[in-house]
């Protein structure tokens, strides 16, 4: 059960994102597996993310927009 409540994406966790949009589960699933799987699963998305977007990049956009128009 471990390698499918670890990691990044992992299925318990994608399972819970399923249930939160409507779709129904036949299986309950263990509340703290589920639970420990998408603490783990928000922990890697977090690192993944970057702390502070690139302005540079979208400055350049922003003047590229205008200049189109």
Do not use: T, W
């Not at 779709?23 to 603490?39: F, G, W």
């Amino acid at each position: 059960m471990k390698k499918l409540s670890s990691g990044r994406g992992n299925v318990l966790a994608q399972a819970e994102a399923f249930r939160g949009l409507g779709v129904e589960i036949k299986r309950e699933i263990n509340p703290d597996l589920a639970e420990q799987a998408v603490s783990q699963d928000e922990e890697y998305r977090l690192r993944s993310v970057p702390e502070q977007p690139n302005d540079e990049a979208y400055q350049r956009d922003d003047e590229y927009n205008q200049q189109s128009r």
